[in-house]
């Protein structure tokens, strides 16, 4: 096992822990708050709970610099044993991405592309940290952020139904959900431009009693939260921006969200989820657990840190709620974004909305989803993109991008997360990355 060298790992603490607005505002609002207590915010446990928001878009930009790199790679194919020219990687290439993901520290890995013409599968390592049961094709993983998808999804169904408009106001649904901001709405929190902060930070840290004890910070992570504490973590906190400025990345926006959707419809995400969307579509191996049920066959991810390693079987979902706990396979993941791109879950016109930013950002971020530069697109030609997501739970990664006609999707989970505030990641998610993006052409 050896560790790569990564400057984005630099980006993520820098971000973490001086630029962002979630962390200044958070460790101005910690109950206990005092300089001394400040300063031991700055590493460990709880620069890990700051710098999940942070990390996230680490991974968006990651995820775009491997678009980019597939496309180049695509624009210049190279030769084959039989004097034919291709970019597109064989089933070795494709397994050896994840080989080495494993390789390098990863726990164990999943993912599947699937194309007009072929579908391929493959996996890499184990189930557990300390286990020998193999990962499998079929195995399921948090999908953490690649819930959003699902949610906005859910929501805009109501838009089509008449339910709501994007610009009806959450007040008008929920009265008093966000008592000082009372002009937010529903396209604000499907885009992440309320300017609500995170929320996963401010919800988790209160109860992490010993900032530099990883024990504690498990323990945080294991406690079960309901809703209304998401909405409340950050009501008590400055917001980054006023509502439809810019882009602020919020958890809490899409756990609102699915106290809207449960306001409207008296029924849990959860049930609605299946109804109307995994019923639909087959998704067999898809829920939205409320308790941790991450013991069997699946993924188990688990976290490294500066003490080691710290597997996570008692993560409670709620941590995330309707923002992040949805568990699902690459497989469903696939046919999930097969499925809504090509209109089966919400018309086509509503397809054009959800990828449309609704104020310009660097990551092309519409309404529970963004975009990333198509690789496949041939020297000459405009752009073309792919549209999903990507999720990052404290001890699992996971993205999930398709086509704009539903023809070509990709899908990739990983379990073991490198937390250490670092240069050294454990392992370079673009190794597999790459690959699955060109496989797609």
């Not at 820098?14 to 400040?38: E, I, V």
């Not at 109501?158 to 709405?185: K, M, S």
């Amino acid at each position: 096992m050896h560790r790569r060298t990564r400057t984005l790992t630099v980006a993520v603490s820098t971000l973490a822990l001086t630029a962002a607005p979630l962390a200044a505002s958070a460790l101005g609002s910690t109950p206990t708050s005092s300089p001394d207590r400040a300063d031991s915010l700055l590493a460990g446990p709880t620069a890990a709970a700051a710098a999940v928001g942070a990390d996230e878009t680490a991974l968006r930009e990651q995820v775009q610099q491997a678009a980019e790199q597939a496309r180049a790679q695509h624009a210049t194919p190279r030769a084959t044993r039989d004097g034919r020219t291709t970019a597109v990687p064989g089933s070795a290439q494709l397994k050896a991405g994840l080989d080495q993901l494993v390789a390098d520290g990863a726990v164990g890995v999943t993912a599947q592309v699937e194309t007009a013409d072929q579908t391929w599968a493959g996996s890499a390592g184990t189930t557990t940290l300390d286990g020998s049961d193999p990962a499998l094709t079929i195995a399921d993983f948090r999908a953490a952020s690649n819930t959003k998808m699902m949610v906005a999804t859910l929501v805009m169904q109501e838009v089509e139904a008449g339910t709501w408009t994007l610009d009806t106001r959450v007040d008008d649904i929920i009265p008093g959900l966000f008592p000082a901001h009372p002009e937010v709405t529903i396209r604000h929190l499907l885009g992440h431009t309320s300017g609500a902060p995170l929320g996963t930070y401010e919800l988790i840290t209160p109860y992490i009693e010993d900032p530099t004890d990883w024990e504690d910070f498990v323990g945080a992570l294991s406690r079960d939260y309901d809703d209304q504490e998401h909405v409340d973590a950050v009501n008590a906190v400055p917001w980054a921006t006023e509502p439809g400025t810019s882009m602020t990345y919020s958890n809490a926006g899409y756990v609102a969200l699915g106290m809207l959707l449960e306001e409207v419809n008296g029924r849990t995400v959860a049930n609605l989820l299946r109804e109307r969307v995994l019923r639909p579509t087959g998704l067999r191996n898809t829920s939205l657990p409320t308790v941790s049920d991450r013991r069997g066959s699946g993924l188990q991810g688990a976290m490294f840190t500066e003490q080691g390693w710290f597997p996570l079987p008692d993560f409670d979902p709620d941590v995330f709620s309707h923002s992040g706990s949805v568990v699902t396979t690459a497989a469903d993941l696939n046919d999930f974004t097969e499925a809504l791109m090509s209109g089966e879950l919400v018309d086509q016109s509503t397809v054009d909305t959800m990828v449309t930013p609704s104020v310009p950002n660097e990551l092309n971020y519409g309404l529970g989803m963004y975009a990333i530069p198509d690789p496949c697109t041939e020297p000459g030609e405009p752009v073309e993109y792919l549209y999903g997501h990507d999720g990052a739970t404290f001890d699992t990664l996971s993205l999930a991008f398709s086509s704009r006609d539903g023809s070509r999707q990709f899908s990739l989970g990983v379990a073991g997360r490198d937390l250490t505030a670092t240069q050294d990641g454990l392992y370079d998610i673009n190794d597999a990355l790459v690959p699955l993006l060109l496989a797609t052409c």
